[in-house]
């Protein structure tokens, strides 16, 4: 649900978000020796300054981000506090560490503002036990995010710490989500233990944070190893070399009477090379525009689509940019092209896949590898294009 915006950034509201509205407006609606509709209000209110404090925190972290050119698409309150979508990462550690501690720090000002208050109306009267909760909360949302472990502040701080040690960001990234899984698992079995031994079923609740760290770190560190693996492998590394080669002085009758028939259950890309020199790429779909009666005086070189303009990459190029220029093509497949202008092979999605997969141990089986062949699409578990628009952004 929108609610407006702030600093030009759209705010949003989960549905969620109101489940621990209702549980925190309750949990203090009794804290105060407040009773009736008045207590009722006195929980609200101060429900809605604690979701402020986090939006607060929130805003620490997109303003310092807006502040190095990096957009913020939006910040959203849920379940478990505020997220900040941004368009993509700060470009050195140091940048990224000042997004990171921007929020905790936000949130540590504001514990001193409502303590300062607390003092200044006495912690005796209603609106000063207020204010103290609002400094108490504050104060654990600043040292709770600072825990070392993605998704949490401190986790990016410590991925870009580990990114600048070792000039390696996916390697901060792989690490600091391996804390945030131990982290998840250390909050689960605590909420377990407490729960057993004490029957507070509240205790579940640290649980269910666990839970949702260890469920985030899980994916911060898979996409890590995404990365690093459409970041480190080349065109070279994936390409296959199944393709014809035709003569190109060969009329569209020859080549229709040799190869087509023979060949229509495994469309193969066909290059045309005459002289020693590759001619271009040949498109079967052309033949259906091309009058019969031509087909005994063209030859293949009248009707080749030129090497230079069709979509091609090196066979240099990283395998997140071929991903990408795939994505922008009509084509099923891109032509890598060696240093002296030849074709070396070609990619489709299915031999992007097939590779990533045997990268990570993964099996996917052949049905799925065929449907990615035909349909273009991805398998639902691993959306490289998303990952490869990652790598663009950082890139850039
Ligand atoms: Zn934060």
Redesign the pocket.
């Known amino acids: 649900m929108r609610i407006g915006s702030l600093f030009g950034i759209p705010f949003y509201l989960d549905s969620s978000w109101f489940i621990i509205l209702a549980l925190v407006t309750i949990f203090n609606a009794n804290s105060y020796n407040q009773t009736g509709i008045f207590g009722w209000l006195i929980g609200l209110i101060t429900a809605i300054l604690l979701f402020s404090s986090v939006l607060f925190?929130?805003l620490?972290?997109s303003l310092v981000a807006q502040s190095q050119g990096i957009k913020v698409n939006s910040i959203t309150l849920f379940l478990f506090g505020?997220v900040a979508a941004m368009e993509k990462e700060s470009s050195t550690p140091s940048k990224a560490i000042q997004v990171?501690i921007a929020?905790?720090a936000v949130s540590f000002i504001l514990c001193g503002i409502f303590w300062l208050l607390t003092n200044l109306l006495s912690v005796d009267n209603l609106l000063g036990n207020i204010c103290l909760e609002v400094a108490r909360v504050n104060l654990i949302l600043g040292i709770f995010?600072l825990i070392p472990g993605l998704p949490?502040?401190g986790g990016q701080v410590l991925k870009a710490m580990i990114w600048k040690i070792t000039n390696d960001r996916f390697k901060g990234m792989q690490y600091a989500a391996i804390s945030g899984k131990v982290l998840g698992w250390f909050g689960i079995a605590i909420a377990c233990l407490f729960t057993f031994l004490t029957g507070d079923l509240s205790n579940l609740w640290l649980g269910l944070i666990g839970w949702f760290i260890l469920r985030n770190a899980t994916i911060y560190e898979q996409v890590s190893i995404l990365q690093k693996i459409l970041a480190t492998l080349t065109a070279q590394d994936v390409m296959m070399r199944k393709f014809k080669v035709l003569n190109g002085h060969s009329t569209i009758h020859n080549f229709t009477e040799e190869y087509i028939l023979s060949n229509m259950a495994f469309p193969t890309p066909y290059y045309v090379a005459s002289e020693g020199r590759y001619r271009g790429l040949l498109r079967i779909n052309d033949l259906q525009t091309i009058e019969r009666s031509q087909w005994e005086n063209l030859t293949l070189n009248d009707i080749v689509h030129p090497l230079d303009a069709i979509p091609s990459v090196t066979e240099t190029t990283p395998l997140f940019k071929v991903i990408l220029n795939l994505e922008e093509m009509k084509e099923p497949f891109i032509t890598v092209l060696s240093p002296a202008g030849a074709v070396s092979g070609t990619i489709d999605r299915s031999d992007i896949v097939k590779i990533v997969a045997q990268k990570q141990n993964l099996l996917i089986p052949d049905l799925e590898i065929q449907r990615v062949k035909q349909e273009h699409i991805y398998p639902q578990g691993l959306q490289l294009n998303i990952i490869a628009k990652m790598l663009q952004s950082m890139d850039t």
Do not use: R, T, V
């Open positions: 925190h929130e620490g972290h505020g990171a929020g905790p995010n949490l502040d």
